[in-house]
């Protein structure tokens, strides 16, 4: 049966889901993960380690997290100006290149299997307060796609 002959709720993971993934290393750094992610126009992507497994996930949230954690309010080095003191005020090149994003991801990702009916994509979206599932193949845990809020917000659109 086609997507486009089933019903909303008869629709499960592989229906709805993006195919075509950006996956980061896991030892890359966070501002090269940065510039993937910009490049892809995407605000997330599985963390996946030398076997292509998923390991985590990395997203606009790590960031902010990132720079909460490991950047200090400091004065400019030259003493004049002003504190950065606000996530918001980061200047650019601020993300060092020392920093892998192994040591930022979201650690143990929600992972589904392709299988996975939409309402239960919903609920656990809701559940853990995330915009982003990785779907998997369950055996090797390797990314087959992602289905995002945006993908189950398409499928309702659809529904006439």
Request: net charge negative; charged share 20%.
């Amino acid at each position: 049966m086609t997507t486009a002959n089933k019903s909303l709720m008869a629709l499960c993971a592989a229906d709805i889901m993006s195919r075509n993934i950006v996956m980061i290393p896991r030892a890359m750094s966070l501002q090269g993960a940065a510039r993937m992610l910009s490049r892809a126009s995407v605000t997330g992507a599985p963390i996946v380690d030398d076997e292509g497994c998923c390991i985590g996930v990395l997203s606009a949230t790590d960031f902010m997290h990132s720079v909460e954690t490991d950047r200090q309010p400091r004065h400019k080095p030259d003493g004049q100006g002003e504190t950065i003191s606000h996530s918001w005020q980061i200047p650019e090149n601020t993300l060092e290149p020392r920093y892998c994003v192994e040591d930022h991801m979201t650690k143990d990702p929600v992972l589904v299997g392709p299988g996975t009916l939409i309402g239960e994509l919903a609920r656990i979206m809701m559940d853990a307060h995330i915009h982003r599932i990785i779907v998997v193949d369950m055996a090797s845990h390797r990314p087959l796609g992602i289905v995002s809020s945006m993908d189950i917000l398409a499928a309702v659109a659809r529904v006439n």
